[in-house]
């Protein structure tokens, strides 16, 4: 294990996902975006947002029938801002669209200096498919720009490859063709790049709960830090005062009572009323004082400083669909939970730290520290991928965004002001994850 403070940049999540909050009938269906930058243009190896990257390469690919376009190992062509020449390859196209310092090969692009391996469930615009396999004559490797998913269930994506004249952008493609781009789809991995960023877009789907134990659901534009919808209060209660609570999707809560049983709450409708259906019973043993879930899979519990790690294995969980019981670590002992990403956890202590956390297995975990003071006065911190809202007890609800929320580091933490001054009277509150 590993707790030493460090500035690593690792990937975050990617064009939003999110479920549309003004009524469940419509937020059956997730929508996948890729939004404007909400950032300024990056800098020359700089964190970049997923959608300048896409945006840079859609520059080259305008641009593919230019005589300064042709395929060559060995020419460069500026992009499209002319911050800097790249090479006209696979390669260098991959290199542009992060806007790079440097010209790495498809070889170099899979180093950790540059990239982190994902799954390829986990692709998301802006991240590499890079076949580095030497089993071809002539040149075998080559790198490919995921551009994104084309439905749902993940079976259908398109991307871009310059690895000839013109370059092209492919779709339709799927994991089950035999080759994509000309070489072997099985021989290609995926990767994402350290310094991608996400775009602070769409809405922090928010529930609370009032001291009498009646659910709150309210809706906040992340971007501009706006309320537009809610508070809408039910009129029913759980029947007990939950200790601990986490979002597990749009219309799915697990909460716990002060005896320790866990719960699945399922709301039928936060639109113009809160409604929600008896909660089921799962199981005994829940004594966590905090929970989170990160959108993946992941369920992570704190009771008495240990943090332990679960996995759900269904968007509306049973008991058994609830597992894994991993004791991560002792001494975890956290103010507020929230997650950040896949395996990131993020929280505040009693002294005011602001500490995140990234989660790998039993005993194996990295702390840094985002910020050395003032955090006590929050009693409730969630996070909406790069973008963290702040609960006071008085009821003023803050915002924040951190550029990167997976590279444990501070310095790109930045107050955006209050989404309201007073209000938000719950004592205990979750948000979707991305």
């Known amino acids: 294990m590993s707790n030493t403070i460090a500035s690593r940049i690792i990937a975050v999540t990617a064009a939003a996902l999110s479920a549309a909050t003004l009524g469940l009938v419509a937020a059956t269906a997730t ?21 300048e990257i896409l945006t840079r390469a ?17 020419a460069f062509t500026w992009d499209g801002g002319h911050t800097r020449q790249y090479r006209r390859d696979c ?5 542009m669209a992060w806007h790079l310092a440097s010209d790495p090969n498809t070889q170099g692009l899979d180093d950790s200096a540059y990239t982190v391996a994902i799954s390829r469930s986990d692709l998301k615009p802006g991240d590499l498919l890079d076949d580095t396999v030497d ?45 994509l781009s000309g070489h072997p789809t099985s021989q290609y991995r995926a990767f994402r790049y350290k310094k ?10 928010i ?30 209660t759980l029947g007990f005062v939950p200790k601990a609570m986490a979002t597990l999707n749009f219309n799915t809560l697990l909460v716990t009572n002060p005896g320790g049983q866990l719960f699945r709450v399922d709301v039928i409708t936060n639109n113009e009323s809160l409604v929600f259906n008896a909660p089921v019973l799962l199981g005994g043993g829940w004594t966590h004082d905090l929970l989170a879930y990160d959108g993946h899979g992941s369920l992570f519990g704190i009771a008495d400083g240990t943090l332990r790690r679960y996995t759900i294995t269904a968007t509306k969980p049973a008991a058994s669909n609830i597992t894994s019981n991993t004791v991560i670590d002792n001494g975890f002992t956290l103010k507020t939970l929230t997650t950040t990403g896949t395996g990131w956890i993020l929280g505040t202590t009693s002294s005011g730290l602001l500490l995140s956390y990234r989660i790998r297995g039993a005993g194996d975990w990295d702390r840094y520290e985002l910020r050395g003071s003032t955090w006590q006065v929050f009693d409730n911190l969630m996070a909406r991928g790069p973008v963290y809202f702040g609960h006071r007890p008085e009821g003023s609800m803050h915002r924040y965004i951190d550029d990167n929320p997976l590279d444990g580091n501070g310095s790109d933490l930045t107050g955006e002001g209050l989404v309201d001054e007073a209000g938000w009277t719950q004592y205990l509150l979750s948000v979707q994850p991305l």
């Open 31 to 51: 929508t996948i975006a890729v939004p404007a930058p909400a950032y300024a243009a990056s800098s020359i190896g700089g964190n970049i947002t997923r959608s």
């Open 58 to 74: 859609t520059n080259w690919y305008s641009r593919r029938h230019d005589s300064d376009m042709t395929y060559s190992m060995t």
């Open 91 to 95: 390669s260098g196209f991959v290199g």
């Open 135 to 179: 089993n071809d004559p002539g040149y075998p490797f080559h790198a490919i720009l995921f551009g994104g998913w084309e439905d749902s269930a993940k079976t259908r994506f398109w991307y871009y490859s310059f690895g000839g004249t013109p370059m092209v952008k492919v779709t339709g493609a799927t994991f089950s063709q035999s080759t």
């Open 196 to 205: 991608v960023v996400d775009d602070v877009s769409g809405t922090a789907s």
């Open 207 to 236: 529930y609370g709960f009032l001291t009498d134990g009646r659910m709150t659901y309210t809706a906040v534009n992340v971007a501009t830090g706006d309320r537009t919808h809610g508070a809408v209060v039910s009129t029913s």
